[in-house]
């Protein structure tokens, strides 16, 4: 049983430009949630997609965006990239009615 | 603003001895909590989930849940040096208790060394 998938594993950008960042849910998964780790912290909250549709967003700005595709899986975009976006982008998938999320291994930004 | 604090450590425990990590959240409706384990360069992975109050055992593991306090805590019992690892305090964002998945706000983790 395949568990979630990301892709890249590592990129590097320069400022200014954008970014998209992939991920598989694990088997059975309905709910893709996205996460920021910066260096020394713990994951913060993006935004989650269920059902194709964002449910729910935390404090990050628009340049910030994302999709869920009917296969469950997802896209997290991020245009005019600042060097503070430098950071492990987690994607956590769950099932409806769990609250359990799991982790992928993680995207490795960094932006010079 | 909803928080979780954590003590960042590190937490220098013996091998064999009980590891206690604590976590506050300042979100009285939270009502989903969990823990997970981070090794370096690695990305989170789940180990405990506790929904209502008391004591959740699994395996070396014990979740302790206090919502009048707003208090969770982890033992690790036995503790082994493959235990080292960041361990990160993580609450629902919405209050919702399952339905669906919130969103989670997570502590800012906890070192832990197992000292052999």
């Known amino acids: 049983d395949a568990g979630v998938t990301q892709s890249p594993t590592h990129l590097i950008k320069t400022r200014g430009q954008q970014v998209t960042l992939r991920c598989s849910p694990k088997?059975?998964?309905?709910?893709v949630s996205w996460y920021q780790q910066a260096l020394g912290q713990g994951p913060q909250f993006i935004f989650q997609y269920y059902e194709e549709e964002e449910r729910q967003r935390g404090n990050f700005p628009d340049r910030f965006s994302g999709h869920q595709f009917p296969n469950y899986s997802s896209e997290l975009n991020v245009n005019a990239l600042l060097l503070g976006d430098s950071a492990l982008y987690l994607c956590?998938?769950?099932?409806?009615?769990?609250?359990?999320?799991?982790f992928g291994p993680g995207t490795r930004l960094t932006v010079t | 603003q909803k928080e979780v604090e954590q003590n960042s450590g590190p937490l220098s425990v013996p091998e064999g001895a009980i590891a206690s990590l604590n976590c506050t959240y300042s979100?009285?409706?939270?009502?989903?909590f969990f823990w997970y384990r981070q090794y370096s360069g690695k990305s989170p992975e789940l180990i405990m989930s506790i929904y209502s109050n008391g004591d959740k055992e699994d395996g070396r593991f014990t979740a302790q849940l206090n919502k009048a306090s707003q208090y969770v805590s982890l033992l690790i019992r036995d503790s082994q040096p493959s235990d080292s690892a960041t361990y990160l305090c993580a609450v629902n964002i919405n209050g919702y208790s399952g339905g669906g998945a919130d969103g989670l706000t997570f502590g800012k983790g906890t070192h832990l060394i197992i000292q052999p």
């Open positions: 979100d009285r409706v939270s009502q989903s």
């Open positions: 956590a998938s769950s099932k409806t009615g769990t609250g359990r999320q799991y």
């Open positions: 088997s059975g998964h309905d709910t």
